[in-house]
């Protein structure tokens, strides 16, 4: 693609209009700034040419009111047009992504076009996590926007990255006005589609099962979800498809709005009165109010969109390959990753030095390659009622010296990672009784508890260089190769000393978090780092940017697990998905399910083991060996191929996806089934993304099938062995179109 022309402005003076234009490889988003120098949202969806004003209708609407500029021209309502950046206050009556509240205390705002910039290369965004890209890659639409009456502007910040098919968004808010004024709502991304019927798709659960599919349409009035736990959550994602009503996974029209964040957030699709569909994305506006002085810049943090014209697998990749190649940043960003032996399941609590150099001698003979050190290795920790803050290696516990532990496991061919949980706090701890006042608690108020722990205030920088330093002193004792960052509550009792407006305080301590994650990771830049929240109540883009990959689930059940995974596939690759095999019956659902199924199941993301070896038959440990052989033998495929989800395991009788590499001379295909029945039919799996005239071998039947064959026809499975039986094959291309 030309470079000039992946962002357009075209002025049309004799309108007094100006026309923003997008282009990526395969869609156009298109916006205007009319004769009034109100931002009208035109389209968005595959690639077109032209402007697209003609779409614009006006008529005398009654009740839809008319800007003061319009005279006694009824026909013109902030009501009734498709907005770039609705605001409270100017008539329109739609759900506002700015709700501004002014020096005098009024509720009004009028951001009208001022002007542009357009710039090479992707903007960033100081202190918030956010996609990056050479500049070469993208390019940058900076349009400025400012109230007249009280000088604040509204600066919307456009990223184009044309090869990906992904258009960020971001706001920042400059006050140029003679005062505080307090942003009450801000929503960082929103655009108005005036025509159609749409579902709205999003990712709801609970702790230990996550991001369940909802699909639903979007009805007149305002649907949609939140968190207003602090965190993205368990409970909901920072994540909204809006979808065609007759789109599936490999056709139609979609679009995919994911928040770069990991705090509260709201996400809202409104149908109005004339059948115009709003959507948005952005912080949470519950109990937020956020001061910005005079001369001060708030930064909203970021959204990428996407459409595909194409269906929802190919809307999925789009996501996949701009989160895998433009956010996940480090060493570990493009390099297979190591397979994991964790402690927690394996021992718990209850360990000692010696136990865990056993379990790494266990582990390092079925060919795992890093033993995590889970919790309880610090302070007087043997049980989550105590010690969290006091980050002082348990030597008496250990028997030893961390970096002797570490040493003993390096000896033995593994890397060494270790589990921390820096935000948590525990009432009996060494750092809570000297420092009360560094945790998150209203005065005169009891505090909510929270797996008997609170939250360190990490609004407040002293809070957090206390926890930096030793945490540090903690990792100079050894070469760690890896980090489990743990948070295990929500946050509540919002209250920081000395904030001049509570309402910050959640927003400040997301940018604390942010601001020790860059630290550590400029400290220790070799650092493999794994997010996770009491499992997947942080699974977001904003962590991602820190950690390339998060524990998906604390539920290692491999059937929930599927669900689990499915829906967290659309829209983060599975290269980011911590997914582990553990012992049975499991610890949460007490399911037994086959070695090779629960195998199966945690190949899709980084790889690794919950269990003791040392439990095992010898006929099981052989069975991990040549898992993990197979896993290295297929892991680039899983990390960089183009993932297709084949069935929906919420409501088929097997569970199937398949992974495809750029070129398509590749497929590893696997499954699950999930029902058992007597004398049942075989299941025929469709494939995706292979080249329609190419052959394919399978090379263990020594078959070969056709590309088109394969993915109308599909490949028949039988079950043979019992309940919940795993398959899987691999194809090789022998020739393409």
Not at 133 to 157: M, N, P, Y
Not at 459 to 478: K, M, N, P, T
Request: glycine share 10%; net charge negative; proline share 4%.
């Amino acid at each position: 693609m030309n470079k000039k022309s992946i962002i357009q402005y075209d002025h049309a003076p004799a309108s007094k209009a100006g026309f923003f234009t997008l282009q990526t490889e395969h869609t156009t988003y298109q916006f205007m700034a009319d004769r009034y120098g109100n931002l009208l949202h035109l389209y968005y969806g595959r690639k077109a040419a032209g402007r697209m004003d003609y779409l614009l209708t006006c008529a005398d609407h009654g009740f839809s009111m008319n800007q003061y500029d319009a005279g006694a021209d009824r026909t013109y309502s902030m009501d009734a047009q498709p907005l770039e950046f609705p605001a409270m206050g100017n008539g329109d009556f739609r759900s506002p992504m700015l709700v501004l509240c002014n020096e005098d205390g009024s509720y009004s705002s009028d951001f009208r076009y001022e002007g542009h910039e357009i710039q090479d290369g992707k903007y960033s965004l100081p202190g918030l996590p956010a996609v990056y890209a050479e500049d070469e890659e993208a390019k940058s639409l900076i349009v400025r926007l400012r109230d007249s009456v009280t000088g604040v502007r509204a600066d919307l910040l456009y990223g184009v990255l044309p090869g990906c098919d992904i258009i960020t968004r971001a706001v920042r808010i400059v006050n140029d006005g003679k005062g505080t004024i307090r942003i009450r709502k801000i929503q960082s991304a929103g655009f108005d589609l005036i025509a159609g019927d749409y579902d709205l798709l999003s990712f709801y659960g609970r702790h230990a099962m996550e991001r369940n599919v909802q699909r639903q349409r979007i009805g007149h009035g305002t649907s949609g979800f939140c968190s207003r736990r602090g965190t993205s959550s368990h409970e909901y994602n920072p994540l909204m498809i809006i979808a065609e009503s007759e789109t599936t996974e490999r056709s139609g029209g979609a679009y995919a709005m994911s928040f770069v964040y990991s705090g509260s957030f709201r996400a809202e699709a409104e149908k109005d009165q004339y059948g115009m569909t709003r959507v948005q994305i952005g912080l949470s506006d519950e109990a937020f109010s956020y001061p910005v002085e005079r001369g001060a810049v708030f930064h909203a943090p970021e959204v990428i969109l996407s459409y595909s014209g194409e269906g929802l697998a190919k809307l999925s990749q789009q996501l996949h390959r701009c989160m895998r190649t433009h956010l996940c940043r480090g060493k570990y960003r493009d390099l297979p990753r190591p397979v994991v032996l964790n402690s927690w399941e394996a021992l718990f609590m209850d360990f000692d030095g010696g136990k865990i150099v056993e379990l790494a001698r266990e582990g390092a003979a079925l060919g795992m390659d890093l033993l995590v050190l889970d919790d309880g290795w610090f302070g007087e920790r043997n049980d989550d009622s105590c010690a969290l803050g006091d980050w002082t290696v348990n030597e008496a516990k250990l028997g030893f010296s961390l970096g002797e532990l570490i040493r003993r496991v390096h000896e033995l061919g593994m890397r060494f990672g270790i589990w921390i949980e820096p935000e948590g706090v525990s009432e009996n701890s060494k750092l809570y009784r000297s420092h009360p006042d560094y945790a998150l608690r209203i005065p005169g108020r009891n505090p909510v508890r929270g797996r008997n722990q609170l939250l360190l205030d990490f609004s407040r920088q002293e809070v957090a260089d206390l926890i930096f330093d030793s945490i540090c002193a903690v990792l100079d004792q050894g070469p760690v190769d890896y980090i489990k960052w743990d948070m295990n509550r929500c946050l509540s009792d919002l209250y920081s000393p000395g904030a001049e407006d509570q309402g910050r305080v959640a927003h400040d301590y997301m940018l604390g978090v942010y601001r020790f994650l860059e630290r550590l990771l400029e400290r220790y830049p070799d650092l493999l780092l794994e997010g996770c929240s009491g499992g997947g109540g942080r699974f977001d883009a904003g962590m991602l940017y820190y950690a390339p990959q998060i524990w998906c689930s604390d539920n290692t059940d491999a059937i929930d697990r599927i669900r689990i995974q499915y829906g967290t596939s659309f829209g983060y690759p599975v290269s980011t998905f911590g997914a582990h095999v553990s012992a049975v019956p499991n610890q949460l659902t007490n399911r037994v399910t086959p070695l090779k199924t629960r195998g199966i199941v945690a190949m899709t993301g980084g790889f690794g083991y919950e269990l003791d070896p040392a439990e095992l038959s010898a006929e099981q440990r052989e069975e991990i060996r040549e898992q993990i052989r197979n896993y290295h033998q297929y892991e680039a495929l899983i990390r960089t191929g183009d993932y297709y989800r084949l069935t929906d395991p919420f409501r088929a009788r097997a569970a199937a996806w398949c992974y495809v590499d750029d070129r398509k001379s590749e497929v590893l295909l696997q499954g699950v089934f999930l029902e058992t029945h007597a004398n049942e039919s075989p299941v025929f799996i469709r494939l995706m993304g292979l080249d329609p005239a190419g052959e394919y071998l399978d090379p263990v039947s020594n078959q070969v099938y056709s590309g088109a064959a394969l993915m109308e026809c599909g490949i028949p499975f039988t079950q043979k062995e019992g309940e919940y039986e795993a398959f899987e094959c691999y194809f090789k291309a022998l020739c393409s179109s």
